[in-house]
DNA sequence: AGTGTTAGTATCAAATCAGTACTAACAATA
DNA sequence: TATTGTTAGTACTGATTTGATACTAACACT
């Protein structure tokens, strides 16, 4: 696809997708999320090609949801952390995970507890100012310049 | 990447993203959901080569989230609607965008509001259960058979 | 000196993508 | 009847990306 100069893109899935649209950087994310920090963290958990992983690693970084940190001098060694932009993304995962649980459920998933509550976590997508499920009430589109 | 065969992945992210993890099946997704139902209101929308629509419908309704229906016998003319797997998708599209609003928010960009209290969405995700935003409370993972 | 660990790079074949031209099956118009 | 237009694609081809494997750098450890 055609990821670059998304500034005059009105579509902000599209500008989304620009960043992180390949299944493969979806889940580095997910992983970040997870606790992972190493190269070979991802490549094993993963089981994706080392050339790839550094390819989407950099791309990540360079976008501004990982960042790069040294975390030893000798020998000389880098990890990669969340930046505040990457952990926002985690509602977009709990979004896409929600639907492959309803829609892609036989056998074993992988389930995500309240630690509180102890409850198991059920995502939602709602509009924050009037509550309501996101698709379940009749919506008006502004497009700009139409 | 490999996108067969997920019955045996515990991970409901991963399951989704087999099905639809790239750009074009997204942005499809999106349009289908502004109403969009034909192979060229597809094409013109978003610039994509017909090959690689024709490829990326015959996907999605392979999955299920599209379905093609004959709108017209002379000429045979077919036409692409959301199934119920497909309108589930619209929260995760929905997170996509709020993600890409925030972060790559810059220039105009399309607005969605509430037909009925006329207030502009804000899409959050939550957790069903107790109602806190995802990503606000500690959470245990469970991945089975470990 | 030899082995192990971590984070990659080099290389190359295979698959996918993207762009353009073209076709099928008609309808509408001149 | 011939020409033009519309819609939904397919054929073809070159460019790009991906994926797999092997290899390297910079050390620590034994």
Redesign the pocket.
């Known amino acids: 696809?055609?990821n670059n100069d998304n500034h005059h893109e009105p579509c902000p899935i599209a500008r989304s997708l620009a960043v992180a649209g390949?299944a493969?950087s979806l889940l580095i994310l997910r992983d970040a999320h997870a606790g992972l920090t190493?190269?070979?963290?991802f490549r094993k958990s993963m089981g994706i090609?080392?050339?790839?992983l550094?390819?989407r690693?950099a791309a990540l970084t360079e976008e501004g949801l990982l960042e790069k940190r040294r975390y030893s001098e000798?020998?000389?060694?880098?990890?990669y952390l969340l930046t505040a932009a990457g952990r926002d993304f985690l509602p977009v995962l709990f979004m896409i995970g929600a639907w492959g649980r309803q829609h892609r459920g036989g056998g074993k998933l992988t389930q995500f507890f309240d630690a509180e509550t102890g409850t198991e976590i059920k995502a939602i997508a709602v509009d924050e100012v009037t509550g309501a499920k996101i698709g379940t009430r009749p919506m008006r589109v502004l497009v700009p310049g139409e």
């Open positions: 696809m055609d390949d493969w190493r190269f070979d963290q090609a080392p050339t790839m550094t390819r690693l000798h020998p000389p060694r880098e990890e």
